[in-house]
């Protein structure tokens, strides 16, 4: 099926690519950036862009001299996400990162340079980080990111590109750094938001947060729900959240982080090419007949320490753990997990040099450990579970890296990165069950090193150059192992870890005060990657293996023009090219090398302006687009591009210890109807219809010395 658009992306790609040779030559005048708002700096104005300091690398490095393509989201973006739920929402001006969200809720994959984006659960290659706090299981699967309520985000730092020698396979892709308010940013401060629109959603969110001399803390609390946009897809959550800083001395720092989750979501599975002709807001039958769904709900505390162990040596560690209690009902089971997941980081920071040329070497090891616990039912319909069970089963993982860092400054210009990293991965598995007299027992284990080189050179405070080459390891996800096509129960053998090498080239910078670009282009090999297919014995089950090898090339655009303090127009643009170099399905034997992956888009862009015409007032006006992709590895069925407008309008006043802002949002304006995302699924329910137009008003008051 190909599902037409009337969009042309040869001339949108054209004028960006010429946009980027013209900028290029030009020298800056030199002139002083604007001052900015904290906000403003968060999101990369022309004063953020030497004001920033990202962490990401496991080093705080500005963000002119990061060692590699670094993007940060700021307040002011996060602030004006109407609905505030969704990675997609957070994410939409990063270049080179693909969100799916699906039926309009929290739940969503993410992908970076096309590592993960066949994910069907979670998030895979991409190491995400909450406050310090690590949301990657041992293999560096990130189940979701329920934990993380977008509303109360100060700033978030992506990395993109091979980093596996940062956090091991976790961040083959790169690595999601989320930072949230404190204390310190609002002292003695508090705020009350409510917001609700199309398919019945609301949201409430409380915050407050206090300093003294010694400590800070934030606390939030917050509800969602709502009905999705297509049947049987209602969902809600529940999410608690404290972040405690303690200065026990000048020199020893701590901050407790805890966290509680609660999430329900019915899940209305994908559609086939008939199903979204006659009606794309239904849920596929299977789905509404077995009554699909997932429940999580999860605890975390964790400890964030900095220690000065000398004017020259610094201590950084941190301690987490994690309890996680997890319900899924699926047509053919019903799975109930139980989850442990402690872990901890430790990091030695040697810093030299006196004079231009300065040397920051790290040693430091990272470890964690998972115990699940988990059985499943038959589902007889509706989710009733059977009385036998057909698995029952516990998995001992444990994830240990150790890794060396070292930044060298040739002087106020020039500085170069090492990485080197080992990471070894155990997964055991003890079946309880014993099904038939067949004992699935076994363990798995993978072991990689792996290396990061960058270098940065800014010949002046507004223009830079950064390169760099890293490898990546991404080891079978937790989920990929446990769909063991073979018996029910016991790991799946067949799958191999996928590696991949890549490099990147590009310039970043600012034009006499009113332009900030950021310009990367990239080259990725990658072994073994992965695909999802199904058997004819268990026809509603996904399983996993390794499809070929594919080849990854593109180039990733963001830009900010300021030309005044009341106007902000922000571009991100990327061009992607996907494809196999050696292919061999198990499920679309006619898929042949130089075909395209499937769910990669050649192109996406996403443009915001947002004007302040008169005091008080907020204008916004978005625009969304996204080229045609292939469905599947055959490249035969395909899904159109689309493009989507949004506006916003905001209404903010200012009290002496208060401030209020009222905010009406309309999302998909033109009621577009599009498909939002495939999966290659081979039952052909590839295709996920998105939302169509949305209305969402909110009310927001904050209290306090904001």
Excluded: C
């Excluded at 920033?52 to 940060?72: D, F, L, N, Q, W």
């Excluded at 959603?201 to 001399?213: N, P």
């Excluded at 920051?360 to 499943?376: C, N, P, V």
């Excluded at 180039?555 to 902000?568: I, K, Q, R």
Aim: glycine fraction near 10%; aromatic fraction near 10%; avoid cysteine.
């Amino acid at each position: 099926m190909h599902l037409k658009s009337s969009v042309r992306f040869p001339v949108i790609g054209g004028a960006i690519l010429a946009s980027l040779f013209l900028l290029g030559p030009v020298r800056a005048s030199g002139q002083e950036a604007p001052p900015q708002d904290k906000g403003q700096q968060g999101s990369m104005t022309p004063a953020g862009y030497s004001e920033i300091v990202v962490t990401a690398p496991r080093m705080g490095v500005p963000y002119k001299e990061a060692p590699g393509a670094t993007s940060v989201v700021g307040e002011d973006t996060l602030e004006a996400m109407p609905k505030a739920i969704s990675p997609g929402e957070a994410l939409a001006l990063v270049p080179g990162v693909k969100v799916d969200t699906q039926y309009d809720s929290e739940k969503s994959h993410i992908s970076i340079r096309g590592q993960g984006i066949l994910t069907e659960r979670g998030i895979r290659g991409i190491q995400v980080l909450l406050d310090g706090i690590p949301l990657n299981d041992p293999s560096g699967f990130a189940p979701d990111l329920y934990d993380v309520d977008w509303s109360t985000v100060q700033r978030i730092e992506v990395i993109r590109g091979p980093s596996g020698a940062f956090y091991g396979g976790g961040s083959s892709a790169g690595v999601i750094n989320i930072i949230t308010k404190d204390g310190r940013s609002d002292p003695n401060a508090a705020d009350v938001m409510a917001e609700g629109g199309t398919n019945r959603f609301w949201k409430a969110l409380s915050e407050f947060g206090g300093t003294t001399t010694s400590t800070d803390y934030r606390v939030s609390a917050s509800r969602s729900m709502g009905d999705g946009n297509r049947d049987h897809s209602a969902f809600f959550s529940t999410n608690l959240y404290g972040k405690f800083r303690f200065v026990v001395t000048p020199s020893f720092q701590l901050s407790a982080v805890i966290m509680g989750t609660s999430y329900f979501n019915e899940n209305p599975e994908g559609l086939n090419a008939q199903q979204v002709r006659e009606n794309p807001n239904q849920a596929n039958p299977d789905s509404a007949r077995q009554n699909e769904f997932a429940q999580t709900r999860r605890f975390t505390a964790g400890i964030v320490g900095t220690a000065k162990l000398a004017s020259n040596q610094d201590l950084n560690f941190t301690v987490y753990g994690r309890n996680t209690d997890f319900v899924e009902s699926v047509p053919a089971t019903v799975q109930h997990r139980t989850l442990k997941n402690p872990g901890a980081m430790l990091q030695y920071t040697f810093h030299s040099g006196t004079g231009p040329v300065k040397n920051h070497f790290s040693l430091g090891t990272d470890a964690s450990w998972q115990d699940i616990d988990e059985y499943r039912r038959p589902n007889l319909g509706h989710a009733v579970e059977g009385p036998t069970k057909v698995s029952d089963e516990t998995i001992s993982q444990h994830g240990y890296g150790v890794y060396a860092l070292d930044r060298i400054e040739f002087g106020p210009q020039w500085a170069a990165t090492l990485n080197l990293r080992h990471d070894s991965i155990r997964n055991e598995l003890n079946d309880r069950l014993k099904l038939g007299g067949v004992d699935l027992s076994g363990a798995r284990e993978f072991n990689k090193t792996t290396g990061r080189v960058g270098l940065t050179w800014n010949p002046r405070p507004d223009f830079g150059v950064y390169a760099t080459w890293g490898q990546g390891f991404m080891p079978p996800a937790t989920e990929e192992m446990l769909a063991n096509p073979i018996h029910q129960g016991g790991f799946n053998t067949t799958i191999q870890p996928a590696t991949s090498v890549g490099e990147e080239l590009g310039i970043r910078g600012t034009l006499i005060g009113k332009v900030s670009y950021d310009v990367a282009g990239f080259y990725l090999h990658t072994n073994d990657d992965f695909e999802r297919y199904r058997v004819p014995s268990r026809p509603l089950e996904t399983f996993y293996g390794n499809a070929g090898d594919t080849r990854r090339y593109g180039l990733e655009t963001a830009f900010g023009w300021f030309p005044v303090e009341s106007l902000a127009v922000r571009l991100a643009y990327t061009y992607n090219h996907f494809t196999y170099t050696q292919i061999s399905s198990k499920v679309f034997p006619t898929a042949a090398p130089g075909n395209w992956l499937p769910n990669s888009p050649a192109h996406q862009a996403y443009l915001d302006v947002q004007y302040t015409p008169v005091t008080h007032w907020i204008l916004g006006l978005s625009g969304e687009v996204q080229s045609r992709n292939y469905v599947d590895p055959t490249n035969i069925p395909a899904t159109g591009g689309y493009t989507l407008v949004h506006a916003r309008v905001a209404y903010q006043w200012q009290a002496v210890h208060s401030r209020g802002e009222v905010m009406l949002s309309l999302r998909n304006a033109f009621a577009k109807k599009y498909i939002a995302f495939t999966e290659p699924d081979p039952d052909g329910n590839s295709y996920q219809p998105g939302p169509g137009r949305e209305v969402f008003m909110g009310v927001h008051f904050w209290f306090g010395k904001k």
